[in-house]
T-cell receptor, first 113, second 115 residues
Framework: EAQVTQNPRYLITVTGKKLTVTCSQN?????MSWYRQDPGLGLRQIYY???????DKGDVPEGYKVSRKEKRNFPLILESPSPNQTSLYFC????????????FGPGTRLTVT | KQEVTQIPAALSVPEGENLVLNCSFT??????LQWFRQDPGKGLTSLLL?????REQTSGRLNASLDKSSGRSTLYIAASQPGDSATYLC??????????????FGKGTKLSVIP
């Protein structure tokens, strides 16, 4: 089944404890991205990747890191999480850019205390 | 900077009604527009993708139209069902320049279909 998977789905952590949210797609997509969704603010892009080893900042990259060492994986790293990073995170992918539809993962609900 | 607006923020209709959801965007220089559905606590499911050269797309009971010059898109849902209850989001992709690798989302319309 073609899909985007994220792990973990739910995570509660404490301020400053490094964490990684994994994202993987099995559709051989070149383009991948991360979004966060917050009430009243909607979906905002954090980082995106056009292909392996090619990444760039979105609208809200502060406090996040990404890497794209393999085509299928695009992990999101929070080196020192803070409470303002409490949010619902989505990974998305598409076959290429820009004409193809985006496929979204199921989301990761992160709480930082 | 592109802004996407969806009005109304919430809509409640009785089962069986036809309905229209609206999406407007401030910059008409878009490559495409995509409609998504989001169920509570879940990810986004793509419904329809309209390229800038297209006027509309249809899938089952759904029909999306695009008027790029006026900065508007509508999502028409025919014969609504309780299972259509969800939040519907539209997103646009610029056709060039800074931000062209990003989607800009509206905040969505929360639809409730009452049995």
């Amino acid at each position: 089944e073609a899909q985007v998977t994220q792990n973990p789905r739910y995570l509660i952590t404490v301020t400053g404890k490094k964490l990684t949210v994994t994202c993987s797609q099995n559709m051989n997509h070149e383009y991948m991205s991360w979004y966060r969704q917050d009430p009243g603010l909607g979906l905002r892009q954090i980082y995106y990747s056009m292909n392996v080893e090619v990444t760039d900042k979105g609208d809200v990259p502060e406090g996040y890191k990404v890497s794209r060492k393999e085509k299928r994986n695009f992990p999101l790293i929070l080196e020192s999480p803070s409470p303002n990073q409490t949010s619902l995170y989505f990974c998305a992918s598409s076959f290429s850019f820009p004409g193809d539809e985006q496929y979204f993962g199921p989301g990761t609900r992160l709480t930082v205390t | 900077k592109q802004e996407v607006t969806q009005i109304p923020a919430a809509l409640s209709v009785p089962e069986g009604e036809n309905l229209v959801l609206n999406c407007s965007f401030t910059d008409s220089a878009i490559y495409n527009l995509q409609w998504f559905r989001q169920d509570p606590g879940k990810g986004l499911t793509s419904l329809l993708l309209i390229q800038s050269s297209q006027r509309e797309q249809t899938s089952g009971r759904l029909n999306a139209s695009l008027d790029k010059s006026s900065g508007r898109s509508t999502l028409y849902i025919a014969a609504s069902q309780p299972g259509d209850s969800a939040t519907y989001l539209c997103a646009v992709r610029p056709d060039s320049g800074a931000g062209s690798y990003q989607l800009t989302f509206g905040k969505g319309t929360k639809l409730s279909v009452i049995p």
